[in-house]
């Protein structure tokens, strides 16, 4: 049997620098489990803590501060910092550290003073004889046992710890997928658009075969067959490629600071088997309609020599496209006002699509403006410009690949935007202190001792201190991850709540102030009772205050210190809100190594650069999307070469240059370019703006609009 013992210690380097950053990994404090099978830490030199002033401290910290076994460190925890003698370093299994986390192993008294309140543990780790099975000893144990104590077995908590792990990675995940989907869909008009032309360019040849007596079904068949032939090769060479780019892509990732642990590239067989079938099927079902066409040549069309595009002036194509795009926008617009992100995701779907419909109807008349200015150039312009209009469809297509990418780096870049400008809103609205401290980091697991919040009240020349700390808890039958306390008797004098009913100075550990939002929302008034539940237990606050705003900074509802303290949550505080000499301030932040001290600019810099650093990767994986819609362009146009080479023969011969040649294609290319950007910003401005206002309608609180970005980051991180 051995206990386990967790908390908050962060290791300081000689140089007096923390040692790792909070904002990518958390700093644990554990205690050194004597029971070897029990313990996953192998000590690599030194030796384990003997008495209460030594510590084991993690490879990785060891090899970043140049610490050996031998030497002093100064450990910070939720008391007053403390120095240590290293006994040993050790390796997290084969590992150097636990996914770059810090960590100081203590043994168990000094773990059970530093990390957990007195007389508590964090978990009981039990093992047995060889051949007696985990689910025995569970039972065993929850048989001895009293109370409402939890056993479960390590497979159990092994399942549980990926279970979390993967709910964290889920949002990254569905970042992944969403950007597939985005370049499945591009590859998609391409694949179509190349096969529209090759069947264009073998009109003749399928009319010459339904001449001497194909069926219609036996050319469609002919064309899909074909399909599938090259869907199931580009998707084999795809997958080859996709082992590739996901090495580029974790290493491209440490660039923005997201280092994924060390280990084995996990190939799945059955993504390989999804991503194989998906392939082919978007390829199959892209080539669909082109073979479909195909099918309808008759023999007679063996005697043109060019088919005819007249989408452009289709009534029913019209309709069809500006139907399908006001339901798109409906939907979205009603997905956003409900929350009910399926429904978005289907609007923006439809939307795309609509516009894709429409396209060659739009493609004549702006092809035909974008001309304009072309037709300067001479001839090359003038019949680089009817070439785009004598196609229309085709033009329409190629531009659709590019308009998607286009438009959702417009979409990406007005949201960021607008964030940013929210954020220093809302600082400069309700924020009216002069600093903010942190360790810089966002996990639960970090923050600053309470000791830091004392020595700054004290200062003459410091006004007001507000502590703020976050626990996850059920609010009202409602999980939430950040539950907030602060300091109730100055949290007013920090920000600006609006008008106040109730005492929030009245808090105390059984009182709590609700947003007049979630008051209403729930039938809440002073003296109602409101059930949390929080890790330790179930208690039962009563309205003592009801505020009007701040909730960008304090949530929808808020309890006091004490009361965190009374039902045993963690006494680090992730943030002080101060209002004072900005000289006092640093001066009293100094003797501890891990506070951060930002005003108001540094913190709005901050967040700025968590939402840049999402941005930096989003634009990466946007540009590979571009980069496929500019091969369809290319593509799409090499193809219309292949079938006017009688054409530019003949231009050739009547006189026109190679250089005359060469400018109409890029012309036209120009004019492909421009159309699908335009519709792409078009588009993508609206998607932001629709997104921006639907977000100003509902509540968005600091958890959202802030905490969320910083946990984002650091959940990717």
């Excluded at 002033?53 to 490879?59: A, F, M, N, R, S």
Aim: glycine share 10%; with cysteine; proline share 3%.
């Amino acid at each position: 049997v051995a206990l386990r013992l967790n908390g908050y210690a962060r290791l300081v380097g000689s140089d007096g620098v923390p040692v790792g950053d909070v904002s990518q990994g958390p700093a644990f404090g554990m205690n050194w489990v004597t029971v070897d099978d029990l313990n996953p830490w192998v000590l690599s030199s030194g030796s384990a803590p003997a008495n209460d002033d030594e510590i084991v401290i993690d490879k990785s910290s060891a090899d970043t501060a140049g610490y050996q076994p031998g030497d002093v460190a100064t450990v910070l925890t939720k008391g007053a910092p403390r120095d240590f003698t290293i006994s040993g370093v050790a390796r997290f299994g084969e590992l150097d550290s636990i996914a770059g986390a810090t960590a100081v192993l203590f043994t168990d008294t000094t773990a059970t003073e530093m990390l957990t309140a007195p007389g508590e543990a964090n978990a009981i780790a039990v093992t047995a004889d060889d051949g007696v099975s985990q689910s025995t000893i569970a039972a065993a144990v929850a048989g001895a046992l009293d109370g409402d104590v939890e056993v479960i077995t390590g497979a159990a908590l092994i399942a549980e710890n990926q279970a979390s792990l993967a709910a964290n990675f889920a949002g990254f995940k569905t970042i992944l997928l969403v950007f597939a989907l985005v370049a499945m869909f591009v590859g998609a008009f391409i694949i179509n658009n190349t096969f529209s032309i090759t069947v264009a360019q073998r009109t003749r040849e399928m009319a010459l075969l339904r001449a001497i007596g194909a069926s219609g079904r036996q050319v469609k068949r002919a064309v899909l067959i074909e399909a599938v032939i090259v869907g199931v090769l580009a998707s084999a060479a795809g997958l080859a490629a996709g082992v590739g780019v996901a090495t580029g892509l974790a290493k491209l990732m440490s660039q923005f600071g997201i280092e994924l642990p060390d280990g084995p590239m996990a190939i799945s067989s059955s993504a390989l088997a999804m991503s194989f079938g998906v392939g082919v099927a978007v390829t199959t079902l892209s080539a669909w309609l082109p073979a479909r066409r195909a099918a309808k040549i008759a023999p007679i069309d063996a005697m043109r020599s060019v088919s005819v595009d007249d989408s452009a002036g289709s009534t029913r194509r019209a309709t069809l496209g500006a139907i399908v795009t006001a339901g798109g926008i409906g939907a979205m617009l009603t997905g956003l006002a409900v929350d009910e992100i399926a429904l978005v995701g289907a609007g923006a779907l439809a939307t795309f699509s609509g516009v894709a419909i429409l396209g060659p109807v739009l493609a004549r008349p702006v092809a035909h403006l974008l001309g304009v200015p072309l037709r300067l150039r001479g001839v090359s312009g003038e019949i680089a410009t009817r070439n785009a209009m004598r196609s229309p469809k085709r033009t329409a297509r190629t531009a659709a690949s590019l308009m998607i990418g286009v438009a959702l780096v417009g979409f990406i870049t007005v949201f960021a935007a607008s964030a940013k400008t929210s954020i220093a809103g809302s600082l400069d609205e309700e924020f009216v202190g002069t600093h903010i401290i942190n360790d810089g980091g966002w996990d639960n697991t970090t923050g600053l001792s309470p000791e830091l919040a004392e020595r700054l009240r004290a200062h003459p020349d410091i006004d007001v201190v507000s502590q703020a700390r976050t626990a996850p808890a059920v609010v009202n039958g409602t999980p939430t991850d950040t539950f907030f306390a602060f300091d109730a008797t100055t949290i007013d004098s920090i920000f600006q709540l609006g008008n106040i009913d109730g005492d929030l100075h009245s808090l105390g550990s059984d009182g709590i102030a609700v947003s007049a939002a979630e008051a209403d929302a729930n039938a809440w008034t002073l003296g109602s009772s409101v059930p949390v539940t929080f890790i330790g237990g179930d208690t039962t606050f009563t309205v003592e205050a009801i505020y009007t705003s701040g909730t960008d900074w304090v949530g929808a509802s808020f309890v006091d210190i004490d009361a965190f303290t009374a039902n045993g949550m963690d006494e680090l505080d992730y943030d002080i809100y101060v209002s004072g000499d900005a000289a006092a301030i640093t001066t009293v932040t100094a003797a501890d190594p891990s506070a951060v001290v930002q005003d108001r600019a540094a913190f709005i810099n901050n967040k700025n650069a968590d939402i840049d650093t999402m941005l930096g990767l989003f634009y990466v994986m946007l540009a590979l999307a571009v980069f496929i819609a500019l091969l369809g362009i290319a593509n799409t146009l090499a193809l219309s070469i292949g079938e006017r080479t009688r054409e530019l023969g003949l231009m050739r011969a009547v006189g026109m240059t190679r250089a005359q040649t060469r400018s109409m294609v890029r012309w036209e290319a120009t004019i492909i370019a421009v159309f699908g950007s335009t519709l792409g910003l078009a588009i993508g401005t609206f998607f932001g703006w629709a997104v921006v206002q639907a977000l100003s309608l509902i509540h968005i609180s600091e958890p959202t609009r802030l905490r969320r970005i910083s946990y984002a980051v650091f959940c990717l991180k």
